[in-house]
């Protein structure tokens, strides 16, 4: 996952699904009463289907709009400081995944707000429902079964600890939130499928091809999310819609507890996420270590997803970009600058140094990155070799790619008389390699 921004999502629960509950029912204003009373007999009928017992009565209320955006806040103060998420934000600005002028922390905040339509707080272990009433009594069930699931995962594995375990590393909290989420989605596909009598479909690819392809948002609807940029977008539905492919493997032929397994052992990566024969073979990621640099403003792992996201938010197609990015091995992403750079990202410089499996991936993710990056840099491309491209783009700075085998440096908005030492320090960064399975 590109910079840490979804940090609210993460910290309001692991967070309950995000979609809306569905059109207003004027006609029924006790509606989510009736599906607060209906929550018990879903519990037990999830603990059953799920395999895990209720430990203690889980606790439940309503939330509206505004408690809603005050419990996201109030998380999202918890999890990192202001100057911990400003830090995420330059991220995200420096490697042009949000526009320069983006409040991410009220973007966020605003989008969740939007599509939550229930949630489970570990913090208070208590389940909420959205005021705003479904005319879908199916989906608010499946909505409850959803996040009562998250509530027996709290119960039983300890989400807020589990969580933390990869504070510091953003690819493998993405990829615990998947497992947390893709259980919770496949959960309630399968209640919904007990309650019509039929049996789970894991068994069966072609049926889980489609339910993953059709959780996208609509490109051309009216909500935030649908105008929300690609990158951020992409990294707040990445949790359900691989979540459930993951989770799908991990129960295809297998009961539940392959689940439970799973967070015990939990997947290393967005790539294990997206590649389950990887989890199972528990393929390890390259590890990467930049210099030590006292301005360094953030250094984090993007990971699979990342990088794909990367390729998306600069006009990447998402067949080439899965492609191009499938061969992934490690990264790290350094952004430094003076404290400055924080508020004005344009002044600092990013720094990435990605590992490949093979040289045929290198070389694949080089070509779908040389678009991206020319895309980012909206300079002029001045040095053209088959190995190095260098941009000179605005007041006089550089964005610059190399290739050395299996390993690619990106550098992005250093100034014109440093950005050859950018470059040869990024060199100098560890690796230590991973071996393949």
């Given at each position: ?8 999502a993460l ?8 979609a ?6 004027a006609d029924?204003?006790t509606?989510?009463?009736k ?5 018990d ?8 289907l ?6 203690r009565?889980?606790?439940?209320g ?7 955006r005050?419990?996201i ?10 100057a911990e ?22 973007l966020v905040v ?9 949630f489970?707080d570990?913090?208070?272990?208590k ?18 079964a ?12 300890g989400?807020?600890?589990?969580m ?6 953003s ?13 919770g989605?496949?959960l ?14 894991w068994?069966?690819?072609e049926?889980v091809?489609l339910l ?7 490109q051309g609807?009216?909500?935030l999310?649908?105008r929300?940029p690609i990158?951020l ?5 990445f949790?359900?819609r ?9 129960r295809?032929?297998?009961p ?7 967070f ?14 990887l989890y ?17 403003i ?5 990971g699979?997803?990342?990088?794909r ?10 067949d ?11 990264d790290?992403v ?12 344009w ?7 990605t ?8 070389l ?15 300079g002029?491309l001045?040095?053209d070799g ?9 007041q006089?700075?550089?964005t ?5 085998g299996r ?13 050859p030492?950018v470059?040869?320090d990024?060199?100098?960064?560890s690796?230590?390699w991973?071996?393949?399975?």
């Amino acid at each position: 996952m590109p910079p840490r921004w979804p940090r609210a999502a993460l910290a309001v629960a692991a967070v309950g699904a995000l979609a809306t509950a569905g059109p207003a029912r004027a006609d029924d204003p006790t509606w989510t009463a009736k599906l607060v009373a209906r929550a018990d007999d879903i519990a037990a009928k999830v603990a059953t289907l799920r395999g895990l017992a209720i430990k203690r009565t889980i606790d439940k209320g309503v939330m509206d709009d505004a408690g809603l955006r005050a419990r996201i806040l109030l998380r999202m103060d918890e999890d990192a400081s202001a100057a911990e998420r400003a830090a995420d934000a330059a991220v995200g600005k420096r490697w042009g995944l949000v526009p320069m002028a983006t409040d991410v922390d009220q973007l966020v905040v605003d989008l969740l707000t939007e599509q939550i339509a229930g949630f489970y707080d570990p913090a208070e272990a208590k389940l909420y429902v959205s005021a705003k009433p479904s005319s879908d009594d199916g989906w608010a069930d499946m909505l409850m079964a959803h996040e009562i699931t998250h509530a027996l995962q709290d119960q039983h594995f300890g989400l807020t600890a589990w969580m933390k375990a990869t504070k510091d590393d953003s690819d493998a909290s993405l990829a615990r939130q998947a497992l947390v989420e893709g259980d919770g989605m496949a959960l309630m596909i399968e209640y919904r499928l007990a309650g019509e009598g039929l049996g789970a479909p894991w068994d069966h690819d072609e049926v889980v091809r489609l339910l993953t392809a059709n959780m996208n948002v609509d490109q051309g609807g009216d909500q935030l999310i649908d105008r929300a940029p690609i990158a951020l977008r992409e990294a707040l539905l990445f949790p359900y819609r691989a979540g459930v492919g993951f989770v799908a493997a991990l129960r295809k032929g297998r009961p539940w507890t392959a689940v439970d397994a799973a967070f015990v052992r939990p997947p290393r990566s967005t790539e294990q996420v997206l590649h389950p024969a990887l989890y199972f073979a528990d393929a390890r990621p390259d590890a990467i270590t930049a210099t030590a640099d006292p301005q360094t403003i953030d250094a984090s792992v993007w990971g699979e997803e990342g990088w794909r996201e990367f390729l998306l938010a600069h006009g990447g197609d998402v067949d080439v970009a899965a492609r191009a990015t499938a061969g992934w091995g490690g990264d790290r992403v350094v952004v430094r600058g003076p404290a400055a750079a924080v508020a004005a990202p344009w002044r600092a410089v990013g720094t990435a140094v990605t590992t490949w499996d093979t040289d045929v991936d290198a070389l694949e993710f080089w070509d779908a990155a040389t678009h991206a990056v020319d895309h980012l840099a909206a300079g002029t491309l001045v040095s053209d070799g088959p190995d190095r491209l260098v941009w000179l783009t605005w007041q006089g700075r550089v964005t610059a790619m190399e290739k050395r085998g299996r390993t690619i440096a990106i550098v992005t908005g250093a100034p014109l008389t440093r950005w050859p030492a950018v470059m040869t320090d990024a060199w100098r960064w560890s690796i230590a390699w991973a071996p393949r399975p």
